[in-house]
């Protein structure tokens, strides 16, 4: 557990880092020189991969391993096997900032890693997976909690997802390798981070307030919809484009379904802290908890709406779409899993939070960021999609009407690094600092999560 929040606390800081850096790219072209290695199509995928794996996905592995056993009524099924997870999965993360700096790359959209690297990759996922399924199945507690069933759930589609992205796709090629590679790009939010996320705020929120889950079947209505629904969304990335009239119109069907896992999700979260909003009020666990899950059902209805064709036919492939990723992974997931560390470093560490008041601050310097992000690029995206389309309009002047916007942007982005440093920094004193400091109803004696 330590080593995975402490590797993606360091990572958060370093992609993020790297993030603000391209964004100053837009505005200013010639901001980092020409070196090779500091070119827009090196950092780009550091930043992706390095946010998707070695902060987001590093940081829901080692909530998960506090998380799980602690639903199950007994101990994590190997620590030694744990260990050597953090220690195959981090080695392959700082391959991975060597290899795309260094323009090694597979070519492909979140598939960039070379294939050693993605092995390495699988391997730790294998060695995460056996751990979790080896503690569910030696459980205490025969009663399997909601964040249980998401978590099984995140296991076997990571890997479906993830195999299917990496390796089968380089045996496809054309319109055939791009609908695998959609399949991944999408399924890599939908069937990974999704999950994922949803089984951490499943558990701390409740937590956090105190309360009981509003309600169990509820959220076993949203587990099973998501399960059979989510596959058959990544084809709406292509509408428009050279596949079947079939599978876009499929792809559609799936996207507008997918309110219904949703709302389930929102109904459940809300319900939960309905009478203890002045809890939200005083504690930026809560506030992180309940904008995510806010972000969240955003990121949900703007998908359904972007898969249809005359939306479709505006926003995609513009910085429209941009702004909605970054809502999800940032905005929804990314707030989940900054909410669970701060929750669980001061028990992890027998102290109290270092300051209450500078996780307040981040969660302000980020929401705000984050707002003028996604708002400034859903403004600017779409009216620059409505411009591609007119024939009457050059391309080049498309560009300069987007300035303003990524001017915003990159303002938005000093709020956000900002806002990540205060939270490495009051992580890093927590974990090694006295005993101590400031603390808040979250942060203490944990209460029983289930419903």
Request: overall charge positive; proline content about 4%; aromatic content about 16%.
């Amino acid at each position: 557990m330590r080593w995975f929040i402490l590797s993606s606390i360091v990572f958060f800081v370093i992609t993020a880092t790297v993030g603000l850096l391209l964004s100053l790219k837009f505005v200013w072209p010639e901001f980092m020189g020409t070196a090779k290695w500091l070119t827009f199509g090196r950092l780009r995928p550091l930043h992706v991969n390095g946010i998707l794996f070695g902060w987001l996905l590093a940081a829901d592995m080692g909530l998960l391993f506090y998380l799980v056993p602690r639903l199950c009524g007994n101990k994590l099924w190997s620590e030694k096997l744990g260990l050597m997870t953090v220690g195959l999965f981090d080695l392959v993360i700082l391959g991975a900032v060597y290899t795309t700096l260094s323009g090694q790359t597979q070519g492909l959209e979140y598939a960039e890693l070379p294939l050693v690297l993605d092995v390495g990759v699988t391997l730790a996922w294998v060695f995460f997976g056996v751990n979790i399924f080896g503690t569910i199945l030696t459980r205490k507690h025969k009663k399997i909690y909601v964040s249980l069933w998401y978590t099984m759930g995140a296991v076997i589609w990571t890997a479906a997802v993830y195999i299917t992205g990496n390796f089968l796709v380089m045996f496809a090629t054309g319109v055939n390798q791009a609908n695998l590679n959609w399949f991944y790009v999408h399924n890599a939010v939908g069937l990974i981070f999704t999950p994922l996320g949803l089984a951490i705020a499943y558990y701390f929120i409740p937590l956090a307030v105190r309360e009981p889950l509003y309600s169990h079947k509820l959220s076993m209505i949203g587990f099973w919809s998501i399960s059979f629904i989510y596959v058959w969304t990544g084809a709406h990335h292509m509408i428009h484009g050279p596949i079947s009239q079939w599978l876009q119109t499929v792809a559609i069907l799936f996207s507008v379904m997918l309110i219904i896992p949703v709302w389930t999700v929102i109904v459940n979260f809300f319900g939960t802290v309905h009478g203890r909003w002045d809890r939200v009020r005083q504690d930026p666990i809560l506030k992180f908890l309940m904008a995510g899950t806010t972000f969240y059902l955003l990121t949900c209805l703007q998908g359904p709406m972007h898969s249809l064709r005359t939306v479709n036919a505006i926003v995609s492939k513009t910085d429209w779409v941009v702004g909605h990723a970054h809502m999800a992974v940032f905005g929804a997931f990314s707030f989940f899993a900054i909410a669970g560390c701060l929750y669980v470093v001061p028990l992890l560490s027998g102290r109290k939070l270092h300051s209450v008041k500078l996780a307040d601050n981040t969660f302000w310097l980020m929401m705000v960021g984050g707002l003028i992000y996604f708002v400034s690029l859903w403004i600017g995206g779409f009216m620059q999609g409505l411009q591609w389309n007119d024939p009457s309009i050059p391309f080049i002047d498309t560009v300069r009407f987007m300035r303003p916007f990524w001017i915003a942007r990159a303002f938005s982005g000093v709020l956000i690094l900002a806002g990540t440093i205060l939270f490495f920094y009051n992580l890093i004193r927590t974990f090694g600092g006295t005993a101590g400091g400031e603390t808040t109803t979250a942060v203490g004696t944990p209460v029983p999560a289930t419903a």
